[in-house]
């Protein structure tokens, strides 16, 4: 499967942004999807990964109540819905694919850069 995540941009402190991540393949709904984010001198990190079949989430701590994260199998897109945007969560995001039969995310977009400032 490939990926294309688009959407970033700047914003300011307290506003919001949606990305999305569009897939190819016929067989979208048979993988779990997920965002991760790699800020400027870190280490990539998990953010936000969704179920292939029941729609389950699970959210890393510190964006957990302002991130959402939504797919849509009709469309072959994932979106990450942020809100409540701070500074630190400035970051190139990539959406990332794992198939059900694999163990690890082995797809990835090639990231969309969100900046949050004033």
């Known amino acids: 499967v490939q990926l294309q995540a688009f959407g970033g941009g700047l914003v300011q402190p307290g506003g919001s942004l949606r990305l999305s991540c569009a897939a190819s393949g016929r067989t979208f709904s048979r993988y779990y999807m997920a965002w991760f984010r790699q800020a400027p001198g870190k280490e990539r990190e998990f953010v936000a990964r969704i179920g292939w079949n029941d729609g389950s989430t699970d959210y890393a701590g510190s964006v957990k109540g302002r991130f959402t994260i939504l797919r849509d199998n009709t469309k072959n897109t994932v979106y990450l819905q942020m809100n409540s945007l701070e500074p630190e969560d400035t970051a190139v995001y990539y959406c990332?694919?794992?198939?059900?039969?694999?163990?690890?995310?082995?797809?990835w977009g090639q990231g969309t850069l969100v900046t949050v400032s004033s």
């Open positions: 990332a694919a794992r198939s059900i039969t694999e163990p690890t995310y082995a797809y």
